[in-house]
């Protein structure tokens, strides 16, 4: 019952896979079946485009992993507070 949904009412759905999607349609533990109606496709894509133009998607993003980043001074009292500063 994971597409007749959004076609009957129109709506998007999100559905968590039952044992039925994991032995049939092979989804994992960490995926979600979204269903979107088919009248409002272009509408989605198009703000899934737009996201992309202005850089608000997460795949811009470049990992840092730095061993001494600068730590926000908030982060910098608790690690005091707690003994982990390194001044000890």
């Known amino acids: 019952?994971?597409?007749v949904p959004p076609i009957?009412?129109?709506r998007y759905r999100i559905t968590l896979p039952d044992p039925g999607e994991y032995e049939r349609a092979m989804a994992e533990e960490g995926e979600i079946i979204f269903s979107v109606p088919a009248g409002k496709l272009e509408e989605l894509m198009a703000g899934l485009h737009h996201l992309e133009v202005v850089h608000l998607g997460y795949t811009h993003l470049a990992p840092v992993v730095r061993p001494d980043f600068p730590q926000p001074e908030f982060y910098r009292k608790l690690f005091k507070h707690w003994g982990l500063d390194g001044t000890e």
Request: proline letters at 0%.
């Open 8 to 10: 009957l009412d129109g």
């Open 1 to 3: 019952m994971v597409v």
